[in-house]
């Protein structure tokens, strides 16, 4: 499994409104800011609400304090703003289902009616429970079985293309005989609102343990990038 960042939300620009203000002039504006982008799209989105740029309230005043009051008040919609885009590979078909429920992310993935699984995925993907030393021998049996319904595949593939089907008719056709392990790359999108959301049920000893392994690996990712978003999120699973 590979997750990496791709692309996130940069303001380009302070707002002219608050130029001039407390929080227009507060250090995380600077070009030594510590602040992320993230962060402080989601504080400046809320302060404009109220129009609250004069930093009064000690608890509040600098972002992390914002956001904390934030997530406690459930202002969510301040979170929509910032959005981050991942790439990720050797996930499998079955992980990505799971994660397609979540309907407020964004996803472009890969065409099993169009790419080669045989030449893309050679390998399957193996689950966290038998990655362990007393299970070693039946992710060999995992790893045999996938590689005759590959064989299988091919074997349909080029039957259907001998009847004159089409290259995608084909694929499409003798995906059939692929596993719910055969991975899977794409790309997901979503904003920090989702991204939590998501979290909040991936990130649980009640998921499934591939998506937990994964939703571990994307806060890690967000963590770096918008730890204040994410500050009261642990890093252990939560068990609710
Ligand atoms: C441990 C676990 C086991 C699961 N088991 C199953 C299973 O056996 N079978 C199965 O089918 N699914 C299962 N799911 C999937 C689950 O039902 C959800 O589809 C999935 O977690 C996506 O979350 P969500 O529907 O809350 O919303 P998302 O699509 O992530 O949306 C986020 C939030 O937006 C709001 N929202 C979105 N769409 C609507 C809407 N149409 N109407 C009202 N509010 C909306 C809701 O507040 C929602 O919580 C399981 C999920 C988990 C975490």
């Known amino acids: 499994m590979a997750v990496k960042v791709i692309a996130h939300t940069h303001i380009v620009e302070q707002p002219e409104t608050i130029i001039g203000t407390p929080f227009g002039d507060r250090k995380d504006w600077g070009d030594s800011s510590e602040t992320s982008d993230l962060d402080l799209l989601a504080e ?40 981050v885009t991942f790439h990720v590979r050797h996930v499998s078909r079955a992980l990505l289902l799971e994660l397609e429920r979540h309907r407020h992310a964004s996803f472009s993935v890969e065409s099993q009616r169009y790419v080669n699984t045989r030449v893309h995925h050679p390998k399957p993907v193996i689950p966290p429970a038998f990655r362990t030393s007393e299970l070693s021998t039946i992710a060999e049996s995992l790893e045999k079985h996938y590689e005759k319904s590959l064989d299988l595949y091919d074997k349909a593939y080029l039957a259907a293309r001998d009847t004159g089907l089409t ?65 009261d999120i642990e890093s252990t699973p939560s068990d609710l």
Not at 50 to 76: C, V
Not at 207 to 229: C, H, T, V, Y
Request: proline share 3%.
């Open 44 to 83: 400046t989105a809320g302060r404009e609400c109220y129009k609250a740029y004069e930093l009064k309230n000690p608890n509040t005043k600098e972002n992390k304090g914002y956001i904390n009051n934030i997530l406690d008040h459930g202002h969510f919609s301040v979170l929509e703003h910032a959005t």
């Open 167 to 231: 290259v995608k008719e084909s694929r499409e056709a003798a995906r059939s005989f692929l596993l719910e392990s055969t991975p899977v790359d794409f790309y997901y999108s979503g904003n920090i609102r989702a991204m939590r959301d998501m979290l909040g049920k991936r990130w649980s000893t009640h998921a499934d343990a591939e998506i937990r392994e994964f939703a571990g690996m994307i806060l890690g990712e967000l963590k770096e990038l918008a730890p204040n978003s994410f500050q």
